[in-house]
């Protein structure tokens, strides 16, 4: 309860940011104009593997409204590789041009970049571009990444195999020995992608006087992107300013700074021009990232009730051709947390990420999908081979709520959850005892009716240690800021980045219970890095815990926001006088 005896977290209310979304009012990277701003088109590989021979811009030069051609020999001379080597055993470094200089590793790779006034003209010329390419063995799927003798789709790393993880926690062998049956199950998925419904783009602006990039992009991550733009255009962060309008959706693709937006921070410098990029569909689909091309392997040794004594996880992650994260980074984040809410001691992993001529990886929501999609399928699998209730499996493995807080075999620890109790409450809904009974009279008449039960415990955050352990860039950590006007009016900024999330009505709640005001006096000011303090943006479930937790912290700022103030009569605009 607040200080003024108001509750806004959690009650119902409208969306402040819904009136302009719903009524087209919003303002995303494609409604800002900018007078006399150029436009961006690249030239992408036909190939998934093959030699760059030579690239032939003159026709496209040579046709009206057509200011560049640029290619990767131009960019290598205004920006800087991208290196990323967290240090991870078992994990190799790689690094990447801006754009492909000696050979291009997927179908879309993009090998030139046109500028022209508009964009037809620019799409125009870039089919003029003439590239001679020499055409290489693809490596197609993570099997043929491990054969011996396979191409190497990065001609730097001694095999394909890119990361390499393996752990133990108490005595796997043991419980192996000790088991009733060894159940083993295998898990995979195809290549999937993100698909929101704003594609990737931007607007660079440099200031030549002021010696200062204004970039505008829809990010999950503002500050975490100005750090990387920054110093890959070889600039100091205070001369970069972000700013993230609008997003129309992400879900994890929309963290990184992909390559082609570098390409345009870099043109507007060089051309001292504005230059936008906006991609098509068909270019987000090809080139953008994917995800989640997953095979996983468990060996689970069960007593004959189905209680888990060992279990053992392989998994084989494709990764694409570039390393935009740490090659080990979903994948390792999977196998760290994949006991979910059940009580395991003696838990082992192996995880391998290898190379292919496809388009990177980038994380897709939450790895909490696969965890529990392979956790629970292990559970299912158990009571297949046992012939019992899969929910009695659940029940003698999952842990109670007086085992709270409890350290998972990697060392996460859950606290302030009840899975047992959640389940329970869903199997009460749904009439479970009774559906098995229609399910088993259906089967009788020659129905078939299934039913699916899966249990998720998802990580409401990541601190500093998981984010270093992870191979994660960056420090795991939030900020914000409040400001209280002379009016009563309140302005406050996260280092979150909204694409859909609702922050400027949730957060705006949790600032106002912390200070005891109405939520309509509070302002969120998001992805803007001028006015924002520096946070590590918005992914893995972690804008409620991390933004909020700080939003909601108001009430410890009280004394040192009322000596930093001194205007007694503000307090007299809180309902109930001042409540501290």
Same mark, same amino acid.
């Given at each position: 309860?607040?200080?003024?005896?108001?509750?806004?977290?959690?009650?119902?209310?409208?969306?402040?940011?819904?009136?302009?979304?719903?009524?087209?009012?919003?303002?995303?990277?494609?409604?800002?104009?900018?007078?006399?701003?150029?436009?961006?088109?690249?030239?992408?590989?036909?190939?998934?593997?093959?030699?760059?021979?030579?690239?032939?811009?003159?026709?496209?030069?040579?046709?009206?409204?057509?200011?560049?051609?640029?290619?990767?020999?131009?960019?290598?001379?205004?920006?800087?590789?991208?290196?990323?080597?967290?240090?991870?055993d078992g994990l190799h470094p790689m690094e990447m041009d801006t754009l492909p200089i000696d050979k291009v590793r997927f179908q879309g790779d993009p090998v030139a970049c046109v500028v022209a006034t508009d964009r037809y003209l620019a799409e125009d010329a870039a089919e003029q571009v003439q590239v001679a390419y020499e055409a290489l063995p693809p490596v197609t799927n993570m099997w043929q990444a491990l054969e011996p003798g396979a191409p190497l789709v990065d001609d730097t790393l001694p095999?394909?195999?890119?990361?390499?993880?393996?752990?133990?926690?108490?005595?796997?062998?043991?419980?192996?020995?000790?088991?009733?049956?060894?159940?083993?199950?295998?898990?995979?998925?195809?290549?999937?992608?993100?698909?929101?419904?704003?594609?990737?783009?931007?607007?660079?602006?440099?200031?030549?006087?002021?010696?200062?990039?204004?970039?505008?992009?829809?990010?999950?991550?503002?500050?975490?992107?100005?750090?990387?733009?920054?110093?890959?255009?070889?600039?100091?962060?205070?001369?970069?300013?972000?700013?993230?309008?609008?997003?129309g959706g992400a879900f994890g693709q929309k963290i990184a700074l992909y390559r082609e937006e570098l390409v345009v921070a870099a043109l507007a410098m060089q051309l001292g021009r504005p230059v936008r990029w906006r991609e098509d569909r068909m270019e987000n689909l090809l080139a953008s990232a994917q995800s989640r091309e997953d095979h996983c392997r468990t060996r689970v040794g069960v007593d004959a009730e189905g209680r888990v004594l060992a279990l053992e996880l392989e998994m084989l992650e494709d990764f694409g051709a570039y390393s935009f994260y740490p090659g080990n980074y979903l994948a390792r984040v999977v196998a760290m947390i994949l006991t979910g809410p059940y009580r395991i001691h003696h838990y082992s992993y192996?995880?391998?990420?290898?190379?292919?001529?496809?388009?990177?990886?980038?994380?897709?929501? +939450?790895?909490?999908?696969?965890? &529990?999609?392979?956790?629970?399928? %292990?559970?299912? $699998?158990? =009571?297949? *081979?046992?012939?019992?209730?899969?929910?009695?499996?659940?029940?003698?493995?999952?842990?109670?709520?007086?085992?709270?807080?409890?350290?998972?075999?990697?060392?996460?620890?859950?606290?302030?959850?009840?899975?047992?109790?959640?389940?329970?409450?869903?199997?009460?809904?749904?009439?479970?005892?009774?559906?098995?009974?229609?399910?088993?009279?259906?089967?009788?008449?020659?129905?078939?009716?299934?039913?699916?039960?899966?249990?998720?415990?998802?990580?409401?955050?990541?601190?500093?240690?998981?984010?270093?352990?992870?191979?994660?860039?960056?420090?795991?950590?939030?900020?914000?800021?409040?400001?209280?006007?002379?009016?009563?009016?309140?302005?406050? +900024?996260?280092?979150?980045?909204? &694409?859909?999330?609702?922050?400027? %009505?949730?957060? $705006?709640? =949790?600032? *106002?219970d912390g200070l005891g005001v109405s939520p309509e006096g509070v302002r969120l000011h998001l992805g803007h890095t001028d006015i924002a303090p520096y946070g590590m943006g918005s992914r893995g479930a972690r804008g409620g815990t991390a933004g909020g937790g700080l939003c909601t912290c108001a009430p410890s700022w009280r004394s040192r926001l009322c000596l930093a103030l001194h205007v007694p009569c503000w307090a007299r605009r809180i309902p109930g006088n001042c409540a501290w």
């Open positions: 309860m607040s200080p003024s005896g108001f509750r806004h977290i959690g009650g119902q209310q409208p969306r402040k940011e819904d009136a302009r979304l719903l009524t087209g009012r919003g303002r995303y990277v494609d409604d800002i104009v900018v007078d006399g701003a150029l436009h961006a088109c690249f030239v992408r590989s036909p190939h998934a593997h093959a030699r760059l021979v030579s690239i032939d811009a003159l026709a496209a030069l040579e046709m009206p409204g057509v200011v560049a051609v640029v290619s990767g020999k131009d960019l290598a001379a205004w920006t800087t590789r991208l290196r990323m080597a967290p240090p991870i095999s394909n195999l890119l990361s390499h993880q393996k752990a133990v926690y108490g005595d796997v062998a043991a419980g192996m020995a000790m088991a009733f049956k060894i159940v083993e199950s295998t898990f995979s998925q195809h290549r999937q992608t993100h698909l929101p419904i704003e594609t990737r783009g931007c607007i660079a602006e440099w200031d030549q006087g002021r010696q200062h990039l204004t970039f505008q992009v829809g990010t999950q991550v503002p500050h975490p992107y100005r750090t990387t733009l920054a110093s890959r255009l070889r600039l100091r962060e205070t001369q970069v300013t972000i700013v993230s309008p609008d997003v192996d995880v391998r990420v290898v190379l292919s001529n496809k388009v990177g990886n980038a994380p897709m929501r +939450a790895p909490m999908a696969i965890t &529990s999609w392979v956790m629970d399928g %292990t559970m299912d $699998a158990i =009571a297949r *081979a046992l012939d019992l209730d899969p929910i009695e499996v659940r029940r003698v493995n999952m842990l109670a709520r007086e085992e709270m807080p409890f350290t998972m075999p990697t060392g996460e620890v859950l606290e302030d959850v009840t899975p047992r109790e959640t389940m329970e409450g869903v199997l009460r809904a749904i009439g479970y005892g009774a559906f098995r009974e229609r399910q088993a009279k259906a089967r009788t008449e020659g129905r078939l009716l299934g039913l699916g039960i899966c249990n998720v415990v998802e990580s409401t955050t990541y601190g500093s240690k998981f984010y270093k352990a992870a191979g994660i860039p960056g420090s795991g950590h939030e900020a914000a800021w409040v400001r209280i006007e002379p009016s009563g009016e309140v302005n406050a +900024a996260v280092g979150l980045g909204a &694409s859909g999330h609702g922050y400027e %009505t949730s957060l $705006a709640n =949790a600032v *106002a």
